[in-house]
Structures are given as structure tokens and as C-alpha cells.
């Protein structure tokens, strides 16, 4: 009895892979290939989990490397995967027969905004028929692109970020020993987490914020590094330690709202209009927290990796590290100003190397469901289907990037300028969704590393190979969509020495200058 149904069981298996895998594709021949996978049902979910891109590639590689749209099936939910920089500008364009509102309500709908929220945000209760989601969004632009919004915000942004880098400014649990007054070991994770978030926290939010919870960056630390499991829909019991950090995070935004708002005056525009657009919406405090906390992890996740991983390629290599110095120097002016103009518009090779780190560890998925049939390239796209688009798989494209695409070449951008501008670089997304904060993370990144690379004297610690410190490894299969942080344990441990004990304050000033590319500031450095 047993064998005859084990012998059916496998029948029927092996008929269902031949149907799915062989037959399925000769009949429907324009229709995306369907990645082979053993359980029906289940799919490709451990790929998923375990390391999505990794399964990307080998669903590029398994179909040829044609970069043909192929589809991934995860809980019986066949998911389209475009890894061409043709079919993805295909996917932007075509705007009617994609919808981007369904990711951005399943997002919503993980941090916890209501469906009345939601559907209040959807009314078109604006000019022209928009609503809030529209209006949002151009007030967001208005915000972060180039202009007077934004020279206000990086102004105290940057001051906020130069503030922190001295000597007396290394504090708390960035402190991992101090084995003499002018010595200080340090996490260099912990200590570009620790300088860029309390800036932007500040910058953004006013001081009040780190008032209503002075042990913000700590909860949202532990939050962001596991916020994954949220995305991937992890129940709560699975995913305790990083829901209780996110309880406490929007507890601490609903304390920031209940504050007198002289106390608020000094959060940004953006803020403050967000603040405004939902009161008048009539959506109450706690769903207006959760939207603050949503805009804050925006603002946040990603820099302060960017930073953590520029820093290490700057510290482990010495030739490097020397030419970006050689580069920057004629930065500063006699009086110690730090011209963030000559960064942006003079320095070519340290605008390479950011270009380059961005590219090597940012791993963002593009996300659209399908709401009328189209077709992409050869293939025909069916309404009511996801379509995911990792840009990760177009910057590791040796025909775009070189055969060196696997490896990190901080020249490869100054060789090659128009790299920049491929259609296969997208770290910021493109379209309509083109990441507005683009253009402050290159500043707050810079902001940290020039001053850094000349005020203070700093040696690789920790973990040795032969000799030399082991370069942090990247944690490449969590599915975060943004930059990757290190593995567990592969932090980079620094050693700083001042370089003058003498000199452990200084005054910090700022002007503003125009570059020919965009808005840049001048800063006190501590020479």
C-alpha cells in the first residue's frame, strides 16, 4: 500500500516538473520562463530567504544569461525578475501598465498604517484631483532636490555631522577601550551609525527628538538591522527583539508629538509639512508617529553604512587613502574651511571611489505589480503579477562595468565618466521614485570622511590574515534593498591617536558657496 502511493507520489511529481518546466514553456513560448524548483508551492522560498541575489544570479545564468525576464515562484506567488537595463527603462516607462501605489500601501501596511490612514491618503482631496501620496511626494522633492530647502537642511546637517568629528565628541558605546588620554579604540560601525544618525535625527527632526527618547539611536539600530524580517513578514513571535525597537522607536515619536511646538519649531520643512498635511487629513498622532518613523528610517539605513564601508577601503588601503588626501587637501583653505564645492566639483577620484562604493554594495529591488498586459522585450507581462527589478544584478554586469565587475576599482568611474549615467547604475532607482536624497548623501558621506582622513590618526585593529586586518565582509544575503552592512562580527576596529593633544575643541563656522553642479558649504576644520 505504501510503495503504491510513494509510486504515485512520484509519478505524479515527476509529470508535474515535465508539465510546469518543459512542456509549459514550448506552448507558451513568449511567457517568462519559470526558474525550476522541487516543491510545488513552497518554490524558491529558502532562496529567497536565505539570499536573494545569490538566486538571481542563478536564475540569469540557468536561462543562458540572455537577461530575459524569468519568474521565481515563493508560496505559490510567481514573481517576475527583470535583470536587463533595457527591459528595467521599459518597466519605468510604461507607467500605465505598472502600479507602484500596491508596494508603496504593502510597506505602509508593515509599519502598521491603518487602512483607514491609507484610504484617507488616497482621497483626491488636493489641486488637480492629486492626493496625499502625490502631494507628499512633491513635497519631499521640494525638500531634497537642488535648491533653497535643501542648502537650509545639508547647512545644519553638515555643521551637526563636522560637530561630532573631534576628539572629545568619541564617547559611549563607539568606545570600545581607551588605553591612554590620547588613545581611544573604537567600533567604526558603531561610530558612523552614531555620528550620522544623530545628525540627520537632529537635522531633521530638531533636538527634541533625541528629548522625547535619548535612546533612539540605540533602539533604532536594533531595529534597522533586522527590519528585513518585517518586510519579509515575519510574524512577531519570529521577530520579537526587532518589533519591541520598533514599538519603542514610534513611542517616541508619538511623545515628540505631543510636545509644544515651539519645542519643533526647529525641524525641517518637510517635517513640518507632514505634520500639517495629515492633521488636516484628520489622521490622529500615532499613525502620524508612524509615518515620522517611516520617513526616518528613509533618511537613514543607508548613509551610515555607505560611510562605514568607505572608511574601510580608505583604512586597508594605504595608496589609496594617500591620493584621496593628496586630492583633498587643497580643500581646505589657510583658515582651516573645508569647501564642500571644491569636494563636489575638484576631486574627481574621491568622487569615483563614493560612485564605486555605492555600486558594490547597494543592493535595491525595484518593485511593480502588473496592471495591464504588456510586453517587455519578448516577453508577455500578465496583470495581478509582482515584477521585481534588483539593481544589483545590472552593477555586477562585466559588458557594462568591465571584466573587473566583481572586483571594487575606486578609478573605474574617473576612467570611465559616463558610467554614471548607464542605465545599468542605479543605487537611487530611476523614474518617478529616483531616490530626492541622493544628492545629500553624497555630502553627508564626504562630510564624514575628509575630516576624518585628516584630523585624525587612525589604525586598523581586530581579526589579521597573514598579517594584514580581514577586510569586513559584506552581509550579501539579507534581503535589506539598500545598502549591506558587514557580517556579525566583521566590524572594523580603529585605533585614534590625536595628533595635536593639545587641540581637543575648535570653532566651527559655515558660508555658502555654488558649485557649478549644485549647492556646496564651506566648514571649520580642526587642523
Known amino acids: 500500500m505504501l510503495s503504491s502511493l510513494l509510486m504515485t507520489g512520484a509519478v505524479l511529481w515527476v509529470s508535474w516538473r515535465i508539465w510546469k518546466f518543459t512542456v509549459l514553456p514550448k506552448i507558451y513560448p513568449n511567457e517568462p520562463k519559470q526558474l525550476p524548483y522541487w516543491i510545488p508551492v513552497i518554490g524558491h522560498v529558502y532562496g529567497m530567504l536565505m539570499d536573494s541575489n545569490k538566486l538571481f544570479t542563478y536564475g540569469r545564468k540557468y536561462?543562458?544569461?540572455?537577461?530575459?525576464?524569468?519568474?521565481?515562484?515563493?508560496?505559490?506567488?510567481?514573481?517576475?525578475i527583470?535583470?536587463?537595463?533595457?527591459?528595467?527603462?521599459?518597466?519605468?516607462?510604461?507607467?500605465?501598465?505598472?502600479?507602484?501605489?500596491?508596494?508603496?500601501?504593502?510597506?505602509?501596511?508593515?509599519?502598521?498604517?491603518?487602512?483607514?490612514?491609507?484610504?484617507?491618503?488616497?482621497?483626491?482631496?488636493?489641486?488637480?484631483?492629486?492626493?496625499?501620496?502625490?502631494?507628499?511626494?512633491?513635497?519631499?522633492?521640494?525638500?531634497?532636490?537642488?535648491?533653497?530647502?535643501?542648502?537650509?537642511?545639508?547647512?545644519?546637517?553638515?555643521?551637526k555631522i563636522d560637530d561630532c568629528l573631534f576628539w572629545d565628541r568619541l564617547s559611549g558605546a563607539m568606545v570600545l577601550s581607551e588605553p591612554s588620554n590620547?588613545?581611544?579604540?573604537?567600533?567604526?560601525?558603531?561610530?558612523?551609525?552614531?555620528?550620522?544618525?544623530?545628525?540627520?535625527?537632529?537635522?531633521?527632526?530638531?533636538?527634541?527628538?533625541?528629548?522625547?527618547?535619548?535612546?533612539?539611536?540605540?533602539?533604532?539600530?536594533?531595529?534597522?538591522?533586522?527590519?528585513w524580517k518585517m518586510l519579509l513578514k515575519?510574524?512577531?513571535?519570529?521577530?520579537?527583539?526587532?518589533?519591541?525597537?520598533?514599538?519603542?522607536?514610534?513611542?517616541?515619536?508619538?511623545?515628540?508629538?505631543?510636545?509644544?511646538?515651539?519645542?519643533?519649531?526647529?525641524?525641517?520643512?518637510l517635517v513640518r509639512n507632514i505634520e500639517t498635511a495629515m492633521k488636516g487629513l484628520g489622521i490622529p498622532d500615532d499613525q502620524t508617529a508612524v509615518m515620522h518613523f517611516i520617513l526616518y528610517r528613509l533618511i537613514?539605513?543607508?548613509?551610515?553604512?555607505?560611510?562605514?564601508?568607505?572608511?574601510?577601503?580608505?583604512?586597508?588601503?594605504?595608496?589609496?587613502?594617500d591620493s584621496i588626501m593628496r586630492e583633498t587637501k587643497p580643500a581646505f583653505s589657510s583658515d582651516g574651511k573645508l569647501s564642500m564645492t571644491h569636494l563636489l566639483d575638484h576631486c574627481p577620484l574621491l568622487n569615483s571611489f563614493y560612485e564605486e562604493v555605492v555600486r558594490e554594495t547597494t543592493y535595491p529591488i525595484g518593485a511593480r505589480v502588473?496592471?495591464?498586459?504588456?510586453?517587455?522585450?519578448?516577453?508577455?507581462?500578465?496583470?495581478?503579477?509582482?515584477v521585481l527589478m534588483p539593481f544589483q544584478q545590472m552593477h555586477s554586469n562585466p559588458d557594462v562595468f568591465g571584466k573587473n565587475a566583481a572586483e571594487f576599482d575606486p578609478t573605474r568611474f574617473?576612467?570611465?565618466?559616463?558610467?554614471?549615467?548607464?542605465?545599468?547604475?542605479?543605487?537611487?532607482?530611476?523614474?518617478?521614485?529616483?531616490?530626492?536624497?541622493?544628492?545629500?548623501?553624497?555630502?553627508?558621506?564626504?562630510?564624514?570622511?575628509?575630516?576624518?582622513?585628516?584630523?585624525?590618526?587612525?589604525?586598523?585593529?581586530?581579526?589579521?590574515?597573514?598579517?594584514?586586518?580581514?577586510?569586513?565582509?559584506?552581509?550579501?544575503?539579507?534581503?535589506?534593498?539598500?545598502?549591506?552592512?558587514?557580517?556579525?562580527?566583521?566590524d572594523l576596529v580603529l585605533q585614534h591617536a590625536l595628533t595635536n593633544p593639545k587641540d581637543r575643541s575648535y570653532e566651527v563656522t559655515n558660508l555658502m558657496g555654488r558649485s557649478r553642479m549644485d549647492t556646496g558649504l564651506l566648514f571649520t576644520s580642526c587642523q
Not at 536561462?63 to 517576475?80: A, Q
Not at 490612514?117 to 488636493?126: F, G
Not at 536624497?437 to 553624497?442: D, E, S, V
Open 182 to 227: 590620547h588613545v581611544k579604540v573604537v567600533s567604526a560601525y558603531k561610530w558612523t551609525y552614531e555620528v550620522l544618525v544623530s545628525a540627520a535625527s537632529k537635522s531633521f527632526f530638531g533636538n527634541a527628538i533625541l528629548d522625547a527618547n535619548p535612546d533612539l539611536l540605540k533602539d533604532f539600530l536594533i531595529f534597522d538591522t533586522e527590519a
Open 82 to 159: 527583470a535583470t536587463s537595463a533595457q527591459d528595467v527603462s521599459s518597466i519605468y516607462k510604461a507607467s500605465k501598465a505598472f502600479d507602484f501605489n500596491a508596494i508603496i500601501n504593502d510597506i505602509f501596511e508593515g509599519f502598521g498604517i491603518t487602512a483607514s490612514t491609507m484610504q484617507k491618503m488616497y482621497e483626491p482631496n488636493w489641486d488637480q484631483g492629486k492626493h496625499w501620496i502625490d502631494i507628499i511626494h512633491e513635497i519631499f522633492k521640494e525638500q531634497m532636490h537642488l535648491g533653497e530647502k535643501l542648502v537650509e537642511l545639508q547647512t545644519t546637517f553638515l555643521r
Open 370 to 386: 502588473v496592471v495591464n498586459e504588456i510586453t517587455i522585450g519578448n516577453t508577455v507581462l500578465h496583470p495581478g503579477k509582482k
Open 63 to 80: 536561462f543562458g544569461n540572455t537577461r530575459e525576464i524569468f519568474m521565481v515562484t515563493v508560496m505559490g506567488e510567481e514573481l517576475y
Open 414 to 490: 574617473l576612467n570611465n565618466p559616463s558610467l554614471s549615467k548607464s542605465t545599468s547604475y542605479r543605487p537611487f532607482g530611476t523614474g518617478l521614485t529616483y531616490c530626492p536624497g541622493r544628492f545629500l548623501a553624497r555630502r553627508e558621506i564626504f562630510m564624514f570622511l575628509v575630516p576624518v582622513l585628516h584630523r585624525f590618526d587612525l589604525k586598523v585593529e581586530g581579526r589579521e590574515d597573514r598579517g594584514h586586518a580581514v577586510f569586513p565582509r559584506m552581509d550579501d544575503s539579507i534581503s535589506s534593498g539598500g545598502v549591506m552592512g558587514p557580517r556579525k562580527g566583521d
Open 234 to 269: 515575519y510574524p512577531p513571535f519570529a521577530a520579537k527583539e526587532m518589533f519591541d525597537a520598533k514599538a519603542k522607536c514610534e513611542a517616541a515619536f508619538e511623545r515628540y508629538l505631543t510636545l509644544p511646538v515651539e519645542k519643533r519649531e526647529d525641524a525641517t520643512w
Open 300 to 321: 537613514n539605513t543607508n548613509a551610515y553604512r555607505t560611510c562605514f564601508w568607505s572608511l574601510s577601503h580608505l583604512l586597508q588601503d594605504q595608496a589609496l587613502q
